[in-house]
């Protein structure tokens, strides 16, 4: 995604209207989740053109539902609509060529569908999060439910896919060249979720073998399937732990935490547990967000994006235990340096690796 430049509200009028295309737009990502998860976009790829009954039937969804969702896809200019004067029953709408690739296959590298998902899981605990900011308390992650981590999962998957075997675990040369040497290599996965990540090391490095530790059980369940499904569950397992836990012990060549080191009460601890994991000369992989290096107001897009989450779901989630470092997602390279310092480690890397949303930490000594 590119950023854009920020929006200054110039005056309450321009406010306004920049309010009324947010909530257009709020509405317009939670209809395209109706048609994620009731499988509507997946039955027009699949079967074609459609009229309302046609897709009710396909999905197994209620007519009249399917309608009003169908006119309001092609009103909103996603779905196209081949003959919009024929009576309501007799339209007919279709995916546009291409649009799949965004709408519908998991693995492509443009999905947004996880995007809608993960905000409507953002927002499942509102009155928790609300009673959060007054008590200074915290909202379980598990609180967020099958949303957040399915579409926290679909978003970062693809590049889980494309990119951790094939860019960023190879530029680190000798990290890269161990995972693909005897004897067998062993990888610590720490905050997994669903397992794409480790699913995706132990398909890229055929010797390897991963432990993923999280601490949500139904991500552990749903990551143990997951494995199972893809044809590496001899290589890979999963364990419910606090990462963070003094007792993790075990011997590895490599730990990685991916975008979850903001989300943790104490993530000192867990990077001194990965220091651990992986003993002197070992290497320790961050992957975390990447934000600007200080606070700039208005921000860009993706500034703005990372605070969105922040205040709906990673802070809240980091503040459930207390005392907390209370991070949040605007997790800056300085604040990430500080914690690697505490925890012991003696050199922090920034790999040059591209990427518009993650930052690339390695820490060692
Ligand atoms: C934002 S998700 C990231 C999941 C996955 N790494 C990815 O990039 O898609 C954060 C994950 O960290 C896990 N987590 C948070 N605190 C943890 C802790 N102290 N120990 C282990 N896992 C933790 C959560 O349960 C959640 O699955």
Request: proline letters at 6%; one cysteine or more; hydrophobic letters at 45%.
């Amino acid at each position: 995604m590119q950023a854009i430049d920020p929006v200054a509200p110039a005056s309450p009028e321009a406010l306004g209207q920049r309010l009324f295309g947010a909530t257009v737009a709020a509405l317009d990502l939670f209809a395209v989740h109706l048609g994620d998860r009731l499988g509507y976009y997946r039955a027009l790829a699949e079967g074609g053109p459609a009229t309302a009954t046609e897709l009710a039937e396909r999905t197994g969804t209620a007519e009249r539902y399917a309608r009003e969702w169908l006119e309001q896809q092609a009103v909103t200019g996603i779905l196209g609509c081949d003959n919009p004067e024929a009576a309501a029953g007799d339209r007919r709408f279709r995916l546009p060529a291409g649009y799949e690739a965004v709408l519908v296959d998991p693995d492509s590298p443009t999905a947004a569908a996880p995007m809608a998902q993960i905000v409507a899981g953002c927002v499942k605990p509102l009155p928790q999060i609300l009673a959060a900011f007054r008590s200074g308390g915290g909202v379980p992650y598990e609180e967020y439910g099958d949303d957040l981590a399915e579409g926290q999962a679909g978003t970062t998957r693809p590049q889980f896919r494309h990119q951790l075997g094939q860019e960023w675990l190879p530029a680190m040369t000798d990290v890269h060249a161990r995972l693909l040497a005897e004897p067998l290599a062993r990888v610590a996965d720490i905050g997994m979720g669903l397992g794409w990540s480790s699913i995706a090391i132990a398909t890229a490095y055929p010797k390897v073998r991963v432990d993923g530790f999280d601490l949500d059980e139904a991500s552990v369940a749903a990551a143990r399937a997951n494995a199972t499904a893809a044809g590496v569950a001899d290589r890979v397992a999963f364990q419910v732990r606090d990462a963070g836990d003094p007792d993790l012990a075990g011997r590895y060549d490599l730990a990685l935490a991916i975008e979850c080191i903001h989300d943790m009460p104490n993530p000192v601890a867990v990077l001194g547990a990965m220091r651990r994991l992986v003993g002197a000369g070992g290497t320790v992989l961050i992957v975390d967000e990447k934000v600007a290096d200080r606070f700039v107001a208005p921000g860009d897009d993706v500034e703005r994006y990372m605070y969105g989450f922040s205040v709906l779901h990673c802070l809240p989630v980091g503040m459930t235990e207390q005392p907390s470092a209370a991070t949040g997602t605007v997790i800056r390279e300085s604040t990430m340096r500080r914690y690697a310092a505490e925890a012991g480690f003696a050199a922090v890397e920034t790999l040059p690796i591209a990427h518009d949303f993650f930052r690339f930490y390695r820490m060692t000594g």
